[in-house]
């Protein structure tokens, strides 16, 4: 069993920047595809970012190229996603996600959650 724990969540201005960490435990998540995600509020979870194992593929979704890095840092058992610029828009919950083969599947095919950081961007 994985259990993922975000943190670096809060209040922000338009503009400014928030760093989430997602913090992994119960086992060593190198060799696992790791995923952010967000969910607005009245609206579905969507795809963030990912990165696979070794950093080998980063992915951003075009709203947030630009403005978002995912990174991760294997020696700690952590993920990483940098905010800069951040918009009003891009308040919500944000949430880590592992996946044992490949981070660039479906949300539904990741295996473990965590319980998610609320991030609000106000204008």
């Known amino acids: 069993q994985v259990q993922l724990a975000e943190s670096g969540g809060g209040l922000v201005q338009a503009g400014g920047s928030l760093r989430l960490s997602c913090a992994a435990s119960g086992r060593n998540t190198s060799s696992y595809g790791m995923g952010w995600f967000r969910q607005a509020p009245g609206k579905d979870r969507e795809l963030v970012a990912t990165i696979e194992v070794r950093s080998r593929v980063r992915f951003v979704e075009n709203s947030m190229k630009g403005r978002f890095t995912i990174s991760r840092d294997d020696a700690k058992n952590a993920v990483y996603l940098q905010m800069n610029d951040l918009k009003p828009e891009d308040t919500g919950i944000y949430f880590c996600?592992?996946?044992?083969?490949?981070?660039?599947?479906?949300?539904?095919?990741?295996?473990?959650w965590g319980q998610g950081t609320q991030v609000t961007v106000s204008s």
């Open positions: 996600a592992a996946n044992h083969l490949f981070a660039s599947l479906p949300q539904g095919e990741y295996d473990y």
